[in-house]
């Protein structure tokens, strides 16, 4: 079973709140990732950090910014929480080999009213 | 990244095998053929993923055509807690991400 964790699991805030979604693995994997996924649609990546002080934007373009200053925290920021940025965040983690599987945690339900 | 191709949506009797398609006619060399799941509001889970050869794990078994332009997961018998979206991804071996497509929702009937 993976060890990765997301906190908090839902979160409604008002428009204009400064959040920062937390992410944590205890398996050592270098590489980890942030998702975005709206109900019944596909998974977007919006960051991806390959170890400690790399952070690089994924697919789809996010107002979120991640820092990765320990391996096993990958936090998620939205400075001004708007409407829009309503949707499920999704954390990953990997340990870089060839077939490089993810491990995903439960998810951040984040609306913003 | 290469792309795949999937059945929008399938369905299955309980304790019946059930077989998944996924069409990926671009494969490279290099790419491998990962399977994941996603059960109603969880994260993403992972099931299976190869290469060339077939392969068998506790969850499932994935097929791989000769030519590699296809292959098939096949959950030997379903349950309903297999009801879930179904995603088949390409991924090359030196790639940094995994590009998840609108995958297949599996619904399974008692």
């Known amino acids: ?113 | 990244d290469a792309k795949t191709t999937q059945p929008n949506s399938m369905e299955s009797n309980e304790e019946e095998p059930v077989h998944l398609p996924c069409n990926h006619s671009t494969i490279s060399g290099t790419d491998y053929i990962h399977w994941y799941r996603q059960l109603p509001s969880q994260g993403p889970e992972y099931v299976i993923h190869g290469l060339t050869s077939n392969v068998n794990n506790r969850m499932a078994s994935l097929a791989i055509a000769e030519d590699r332009k296809s292959s098939t997961l096949i959950l030997h018998r379903a349950t309903l807690r297999d009801a879930a979206v179904y995603y088949c991804i390409l991924r090359d071996v030196g790639g940094n991400k995994l590009v998840f497509g609108a995958g297949t929702i599996l619904r399974v009937k008692s």
């Open chain 1, 1 to 113: 079973e993976a060890d990765i964790y997301q906190t908090p699991r839902y979160l409604v805030i008002g428009t204009g709140k400064k959040i920062t979604l937390e992410c944590s693995q205890t398996m050592g994997h270098d590489k980890m990732y942030w998702y975005q996924q709206d109900p019944g649609m596909e998974l977007h990546l919006i960051h991806y950090s390959y170890g400690v002080n790399s952070t690089e934007k994924g697919d789809l373009s996010s107002e979120s910014t991640v820092s990765r200053i320990r391996t096993e925290h990958f936090p998620l920021t939205l400075e001004s929480a708007r409407p829009s940025h309503t949707s499920q965040y999704l954390c990953a983690s990997s340990e870089g080999l060839a077939a490089d599987t993810q491990y995903f945690g439960p998810g951040t339900r984040l609306t913003v009213l």
